[in-house]
C-alpha cells in the first residue's frame, strides 16, 4: 500500500491491522506487473529513507526587483570609524527625508580592506558605489568597479583618483582657493603671496594659488613651503619679501593658521596684509577667537542648510555628525534624483552626472565637470569676533 500525497504531507498512515497487512501484500506480489510496496516513509524507485525538503538558502542579498541597489563603502570600523558612521547615518536620514521607496543602500567596511569590499559589494549586485572615503581606497576601487560597468561616487578631494568612472564629491581645495581669490582680486587687491605645506595638498594649493591669481590678472609675489618640523612655519614667514603685499593665503588648517597669523601680522610684509584661508577653516570655529585672524576670509561650502542637518542626526542619533556626514547626504540626494529615470536592475546611468543644471544639496549646488570632479557653488566666509560672517553668497545654481 502507498501513501497518498495528503498522508505523505501529513506524516501518517491509516491504521491496519497486522493480517490485513500481510494479506493485503500477498495479493499485491500476485498481481500482474507486481507492484512494489512503498515502505513507510520512502518514495517510489528509492529504498532509504524520505528526507525532508529544506528550503533553499539564498546567498548574499535576497532578490528585490523592486529598489535599486546602492553600496555605501566607508570604514565603519578602525581609525576612520566615526566619519564612515557619520556618513553612513546622513544616507540613511536622506533615504528617510525623502521617502526614497526605490532606493536600497548596503553599507561595507573599507577598513577590512577596499578590494575585498567593493567585490562583495560588486558580486551582490550593487549596480553604482557611493564611496570611498580615503584616496587611497579609491584608487583601489575605481578599476574593480570599472571593470564590472559600476560608476563611483568618491568622498574623496584628491583629483588624481577621478575620472574613468570615478567621480569625486570631495571638497577640492583648488576650488576654494580660486573662489576666494578672485574675490580678492574683486576688491582690488593685486600681490599675492602664499604659505604651503610641504606635501600633496600643499602642492595642490600652490599650483590653485598660481593658476587663480593669474586669470583674476593679479601677481604672485612669493610662495614659501614648509614642513612640520618646529619652527618652520617662523622660518618660511621669514622669507617672505619686506615690501607689503596685498594678500597672503595660508593654505593649511586652523592650528597652524593660528599660529603663522600672528608671525604674519608682525612681518614687514605682512603687517597690512589681508589674510586669506581654504575650506578647511570652515570646520574651525576657533579661529574666531584670535584676533590676529579677524578679518580673514575663506570660501566653503554654505553651512546654512547644515546647521538643520547637524540638529535632525543629534535628534536621531544622539551624537554630533562629523561635517563629512553632508557628502552622504547628498550623494543620495542625487541618487535619488537619478532614480525616476532608472530602470530597476539596470546599470546606473552615468551620463546622468553630466547634467549642466548640477544638483542641489545640502552643501548647496554642485555638478560634475567632464573630469569626473564636483565643481561646487561657494561662499566667501569673513571671520569675525566669535563666529563667521558670509561677504559673498554662494550662487544658487549653475549657468549654462
Given at each position: 500500500?502507498?501513501?497518498?500525497?495528503?498522508?505523505r504531507?501529513?506524516?501518517?498512515?491509516?491504521?491496519?491491522?497486522?493480517?490485513?497487512?500481510?494479506?493485503?501484500?500477498?495479493?499485491?506480489?500476485?498481481?500482474?506487473?507486481?507492484?512494489?510496496i512503498?515502505?513507510?516513509?520512502?518514495?517510489?524507485?528509492?529504498?532509504?529513507?524520505?528526507?525532508?525538503?529544506?528550503?533553499?538558502?539564498?546567498?548574499?542579498?535576497?532578490?528585490?526587483?523592486?529598489?535599486?541597489?546602492?553600496?555605501?563603502?566607508?570604514?565603519?570600523s578602525?581609525?576612520?570609524?566615526?566619519?564612515?558612521?557619520?556618513?553612513?547615518?546622513?544616507?540613511?536620514l536622506?533615504?528617510?527625508?525623502?521617502?526614497?521607496?526605490?532606493?536600497?543602500?548596503?553599507?561595507?567596511?573599507?577598513?577590512?580592506?577596499?578590494?575585498?569590499?567593493?567585490?562583495?559589494?560588486?558580486?551582490?549586485?550593487?549596480?553604482?558605489?557611493?564611496?570611498?572615503?580615503?584616496?587611497?581606497?579609491?584608487?583601489?576601487?575605481?578599476?574593480?568597479?570599472?571593470?564590472?560597468?559600476?560608476?563611483?561616487?568618491?568622498?574623496?578631494?584628491?583629483?588624481?583618483?577621478?575620472?574613468?568612472?570615478?567621480?569625486?564629491?570631495?571638497?577640492?581645495?583648488?576650488?576654494?582657493?580660486?573662489?576666494?581669490?578672485?574675490?580678492?582680486?574683486?576688491?582690488?587687491?593685486?600681490?599675492?603671496?602664499?604659505?604651503?605645506?610641504?606635501?600633496?595638498?600643499?602642492?595642490?594649493?600652490?599650483?590653485a594659488?598660481?593658476?587663480?591669481?593669474e586669470?583674476?590678472?593679479?601677481?604672485?609675489?612669493?610662495?614659501?613651503?614648509?614642513?612640520?618640523?618646529?619652527?618652520a612655519?617662523?622660518?618660511?614667514?621669514?622669507?617672505?619679501?619686506?615690501?607689503?603685499?596685498?594678500?597672503?593665503?595660508?593654505?593649511?588648517?586652523?592650528?597652524?593658521?593660528?599660529?603663522?597669523?600672528?608671525?604674519?601680522?608682525?612681518?614687514?610684509?605682512?603687517?597690512?596684509?589681508?589674510?586669506?584661508?581654504?575650506?578647511?577653516?570652515?570646520?574651525?570655529?576657533?579661529?574666531?577667537?584670535?584676533?590676529?585672524?579677524?578679518?580673514?576670509?575663506?570660501?566653503?561650502?554654505?553651512?546654512?542648510?547644515?546647521?538643520?542637518?547637524?540638529?535632525?542626526?543629534?535628534?536621531?542619533?544622539?551624537?554630533a555628525?562629523?561635517?563629512?556626514?553632508s557628502?552622504?547626504?547628498?550623494?543620495?540626494?542625487?541618487?535619488?534624483?537619478?532614480?525616476?529615470?532608472?530602470?530597476?536592475?539596470?546599470?546606473?546611468?552615468?551620463?546622468?552626472?553630466?547634467?549642466?543644471?548640477?544638483?542641489?544639496?545640502?552643501?548647496?549646488?554642485?555638478?560634475?565637470?567632464?573630469?569626473?570632479?564636483?565643481?561646487?557653488?561657494?561662499?566667501?566666509?569673513?571671520?569675525?569676533?566669535?563666529?563667521f560672517?558670509?561677504?559673498?553668497?554662494?550662487?544658487?545654481?549653475?549657468?549654462?
Open positions: 500500500m502507498t501513501e497518498t500525497g495528503a498522508e504531507q501529513a506524516g501518517i498512515l491509516p491504521a491496519i491491522g497486522r493480517f490485513a497487512r500481510i494479506t493485503l501484500a500477498a495479493a499485491a506480489l500476485m498481481v500482474a506487473g507486481c507492484q512494489s512503498v515502505p513507510k516513509g520512502t518514495q517510489p524507485g528509492t529504498t532509504g529513507p524520505v528526507r525532508p525538503t529544506q528550503p533553499g538558502v539564498e546567498q548574499g542579498l535576497p532578490t528585490d526587483t523592486q529598489r535599486h541597489r546602492v553600496a555605501l563603502l566607508v570604514p565603519m578602525g581609525g576612520n570609524a566615526g566619519v564612515g558612521t557619520s556618513i553612513a547615518n546622513a544616507t540613511t536622506a533615504l528617510l527625508d525623502t521617502k526614497a521607496s526605490n532606493v536600497r543602500i548596503t553599507t561595507y567596511d573599507t577598513a577590512m580592506g577596499a578590494a575585498a569590499a567593493a567585490n562583495k559589494a560588486i558580486a551582490e549586485g550593487n549596480k553604482l558605489i557611493l564611496g570611498p572615503l580615503m584616496a587611497d581606497d579609491a584608487r583601489i576601487v575605481g578599476p574593480l568597479a570599472r571593470r564590472a560597468g559600476v560608476p563611483v561616487i568618491s568622498f574623496s578631494n584628491d583629483t588624481s583618483v577621478a575620472g574613468n568612472g570615478t567621480y569625486l564629491m570631495g571638497y577640492n581645495p583648488s576650488q576654494s582657493i580660486e573662489r576666494v581669490v578672485t574675490f580678492a582680486r574683486a576688491k582690488g587687491m593685486t600681490n599675492f603671496a602664499a604659505l604651503t605645506p610641504k606635501g600633496a595638498y600643499g602642492e595642490r594649493s600652490g599650483t594659488m598660481l593658476r587663480a591669481v586669470r583674476s590678472g593679479g601677481t604672485v609675489v612669493a610662495m614659501q613651503a614648509y614642513d612640520r618640523a618646529p619652527g612655519i617662523t622660518a618660511a614667514i621669514g622669507k617672505l619679501p619686506a615690501k607689503p603685499y596685498d594678500a597672503i593665503l595660508i593654505a593649511d588648517g586652523g592650528r597652524v593658521a593660528l599660529q603663522a597669523a600672528p608671525l604674519v601680522r608682525k612681518a614687514p610684509g605682512g603687517a597690512d596684509a589681508q589674510i586669506l584661508g581654504t575650506e578647511l577653516w570652515n570646520t574651525e570655529s576657533s579661529l574666531a577667537g584670535n584676533p590676529a585672524l579677524r578679518g580673514a576670509w575663506f570660501a566653503a561650502v554654505s553651512d546654512q542648510l547644515y546647521g538643520q542637518l547637524a540638529t535632525k542626526y543629534r535628534a536621531r542619533f544622539g551624537t555628525p562629523f561635517r563629512l556626514s557628502l552622504g547626504y547628498d550623494a543620495v540626494l542625487l541618487t535619488v534624483r537619478i532614480a525616476r529615470d532608472w530602470k530597476v536592475g539596470a546599470p546606473f546611468p552615468a551620463a546622468r552626472l553630466s547634467d549642466s543644471g548640477g544638483f542641489a544639496g545640502i552643501d548647496g549646488a554642485f555638478r560634475f565637470a567632464g573630469n569626473g570632479v564636483a565643481e561646487r557653488a561657494l561662499e566667501v566666509n569673513q571671520v569675525d569676533a566669535g563666529r560672517s558670509v561677504v559673498d553668497a554662494a550662487p544658487r545654481a549653475f549657468g549654462p
